[in-house]
Nanobody, 123 residues
Framework: QVQLVESGGGLVQTGGSLRLSCAAS????????MAWFRQAPGKEREFVAA????????YYADSVQGRFIISRDNAKNTVYLQMNSLKPEDTAVYYC????????????????WGQGTQVTVSS
């Protein structure tokens, strides 16, 4: 069982930056692939980024490639999402997710989810 708690969301202007954190419980954090998803009002939840257990492989949605960076610190049981050059279309609730297996963008493949943190980008 893994419990995930996101933090770091907030209100930022276009072009600004935010760093989200996701703290995980459990002693097997370094066995899990971690990912970030987001859900804007009236839209389906979508994949943002994923990172494998070691941090050696990362994956991004085309919409955030080059602007967002996912990383993890296994000693702190924490995964991060550094978001730069933010746009109004990045406004959403951001969710952290975990799965025991290879990285994937498929929402249904993730077993554990956090409660989400709101990110609002003003124009």
């Amino acid at each position: 069982q893994v419990q995930l708690v996101e933090s770091g969301g907030g209100l930022v202007q276009t072009g600004g930056s935010l760093r989200l954190s996701c703290a995980a419980s459990g002693r097997t954090f370094n066995s899990y692939t971690m990912a970030w998803f987001r859900q804007a009002p009236g839209k389906e939840r979508e994949f943002v980024a994923a990172i494998n257990w070691s941090g050696g492989s990362t994956y991004y949605a085309d919409s955030v490639q080059g602007r967002f960076i996912i990383s993890r610190d296994n000693a702190k049981n924490t995964v991060y999402l550094q978001m730069n050059s933010l746009k109004p279309e990045d406004t959403a609730v951001y969710y952290c997710a975990a799965r025991y297996g290879r990285a994937t963008s498929r929402i249904g493949e993730y077993d554990y989810w956090g409660q989400g943190t709101q990110v609002t980008v003003s124009s």
